[in-house]
Nanobody
Framework: QVHLVESGGGLVQTGGSLRVSCQSS????????MGWYRQSPGRQRELVAT???????VYADSVKGRFTIGRDNAENTVYLQMSSLKPEDTAVYYC?????????????????WGQGTLVNVSS
């Protein structure tokens, strides 16, 4: 099994910065894509940013220029550096990863979510 654990959420004022991180664990062979999604009350979960194994990034228009996603392939971690935060960025941020892991000597695909971490931007 593969597990993701997010950390780094919290309360921050408008215009402030925050960094959330996600650590993966398990018999991981390869992680193809890692990303961050967010969900606020009454809204669907939405993509924030993703990064591929070769470093290609995709950002939601709403966070371009303010958020930066990065990953450490050796540690199988991904982070999201957020700056110029706005109240509308308030949400639970979820880490997501897709790849392959070893199970009983065989390679299996996985796609997992973390439990989420709350980012609360006060006005």
């Amino acid at each position: 099994q593969v597990h993701l654990v997010e950390s780094g959420g919290g309360l921050v004022q408008t215009g402030g910065s925050l960094r959330v991180s996600c650590q993966s664990s398990g018999q991981i062979l390869r992680i193809a894509d890692m990303g961050w999604y967010r969900q606020s009350p009454g809204r669907q979960r939405e993509l924030v940013a993703t990064v591929s194994g070769d470093g290609k990034t995709v950002y939601a228009d709403s966070v371009k220029g303010r958020f930066t996603i990065g990953r450490d392939n050796a540690e199988n971690t991904v982070y999201l550096q957020m700056s110029s935060l706005k109240p509308e960025d308030t949400a639970v941020y979820y880490c997501n990863a897709r790849g392959t892991f070893a199970r009983y000597g065989q390679s299996r695909d996985f796609k997992v979510w973390g439990q989420g971490t709350l980012v609360n931007v006060s006005s």
